[in-house]
């Protein structure tokens, strides 16, 4: 196992458009967890899931944002309408339970 | 909702100069974790605490979780440049609850 994978990597979108990210999480890993990050600023939680089930999502997030995780494995981060404040640095993790945090490289996303 | 707030948020030391962050949560904590993230990288696990008043060394790293679980500090003894990065707490409330991050604390190391 190679640890958590993120695609893409970088991802220059139209202001409008939707767009999607894909989290393949170590293989193990029963929990998986969506973050952004913006520059100087510490990981803002989005939302987790316990195998497929979606446990928690930050009120702070527009419903714009969707995650799904089909069958406890990858993961997918979809965005509709992007908006310029939506540029970040969108982070996977996942963990066994309550263990350490692996994550992944991240999804660079610039709206332009 | 759970918050945790890190100091300070930036930090420049001489090399061979001691270093401290702290972090403080809203609410009891059943764990707190500590990442190091490096410019251009993703947040790395440097280690977990569990118990009230439990302190952990890693080499020059002291890891302190308080008597009430609700913050945390990270010390770091003679600085090396190696150890330039942003330094991360995270704290999850109720087992099996989401791990919230706090700020940051980004230490500059100068040679």
């Known amino acids: 196992d190679t640890g958590v994978s993120q695609d893409p990597r970088h991802k220059i979108t139209k202001r409008g458009q939707n767009v999607t990210f894909r989290c393949d999480p170590i293989?193990?890993?029963?929990?998986l967890y969506w973050y952004r990050q913006t520059l100087g600023q510490g990981p803002e939680f989005l939302t987790y899931f316990q195998n497929e089930a979606q446990l928690e999502k930050s009120r702070l997030l527009s419903d714009r944002f969707s995650a799904e995780r089909p069958k406890g494995s990858f993961s997918t981060l979809e965005i509709q309408r992007t908006e310029q404040g939506d540029s970040a640095m969108y982070l996977c993790a996942s963990t066994s339970g309550d263990s350490e945090a692996f994550f992944g490289q991240g999804t660079r996303l610039t709206v332009v | 909702g759970q918050q945790v707030m890190q100091i300070p948020q930036y930090q420049h030391v001489q090399e061979g100069e001691d270093f401290t962050t702290y972090c403080n949560s809203s609410?009891?904590?059943?764990?707190i974790q500590w990442y190091k993230q490096r410019p251009g990288g993703h947040p790395v696990f440097l280690i977990q605490l569990v118990k009230s008043g439990e302190v952990k060394k890693q080499k020059r790293l002291t890891f302190q979780f308080g008597e009430a679980k609700k913050n945390s500090s990270l010390h770091i003894t003679a600085t090396q440049t190696t150890d330039v990065g942003t330094y991360f707490c995270a704290g999850r409330g109720a087992s099996g609850s989401r791990l919230t991050f706090g700020e940051g604390t980004q230490l500059t190391v100068n040679p």
């Open positions: 293989s193990e890993h029963n929990r």
């Open positions: 609410t009891t904590l059943s764990n």
